[in-house]
């Protein structure tokens, strides 16, 4: 309750009966998919809002997740943030709007063919509004810096640092 969160948050005394400090801040999640495979069926998706579900305990008032596309079909090198943000309502279900979030707006990027297909990167946040009100405003993730265009190195091949050039390369906070 708010009651709780003000007696956990400014006099950082303990609220749960093992003595220990119970914090009412914001829960992060997140998911590295390496397989291709993985994200072909539902299973990832149900893992996602499964993590969703369990951080909603730190907060479940708003929330969002942060994945990559290719900004269009031809890009070879880097990828693009697209977010995906909600605001529970009374009768609604945080991490099931989550993943309808991520599902649409993975379904929006294969249309137009720059859904990454080497796997997948999940980063996201629930939370519960302690110092300002549950708005979408105040939804994570949130985009730390503008596009920036920079080299990026990309890993290892033929025994050489391979090297992609003028990169957009985008920072997000969960």
């Known amino acids: 309750t708010?009651?709780?969160?003000?007696?956990?948050?400014?006099?950082?005394?303990?609220?749960?009966?093992?003595g220990n400090l119970g914090w009412?801040?914001?829960?992060?999640?997140?998911?590295?998919?390496?397989?291709?495979?993985?994200?072909?069926g539902t299973k990832a998706k149900d893992i996602l809002e499964k993590m969703v579900e369990v951080t909603m305990m730190r907060g479940a008032q708003c929330g969002g997740v942060v994945t990559y596309v290719r900004r269009h079909a031809s890009q070879v090198?880097?990828?693009?943030?697209?977010?995906?943000?909600?605001?529970?309502?009374?009768?609604t279900t945080l991490s099931k709007l989550?993943?309808?979030?991520?599902?649409?707006?993975?379904?929006k990027a294969k249309r137009w063919g720059t859904l990454a297909q080497r796997?997948?990167?999940?980063?996201?946040?629930?939370?519960f509004a302690t110092t300002s009100k549950a708005t979408f405003d105040g939804c994570h993730p949130h985009q730390w810096s503008p596009p920036q265009r920079?080299?990026?190195y990309t890993g290892f091949a033929e025994h050489e640092l391979k090297k992609c050039s003028?990169?957009?390369?985008?920072v997000f906070i969960c």
């Open 119 to 127: 796997g997948r990167l999940y980063a996201g946040h629930t939370r």
């Open 98 to 107: 989550v993943r309808a979030k991520v599902e649409r707006t993975e379904s």
């Open 2 to 18: 708010a009651l709780e969160a003000l007696y956990s948050d400014l006099f950082c005394l303990p609220t749960t009966a093992s």
């Open 77 to 91: 090198c880097g990828l693009h943030g697209v977010r995906g943000r909600v605001v529970n309502g009374k009768r």
């Open 24 to 40: 009412f801040l914001c829960g992060n999640f997140g998911m590295i998919i390496l397989n291709p495979a993985w994200t072909a």
């Open 150 to 152: 920079m080299d990026v």
């Open 166 to 170: 003028g990169v957009n390369v985008e």
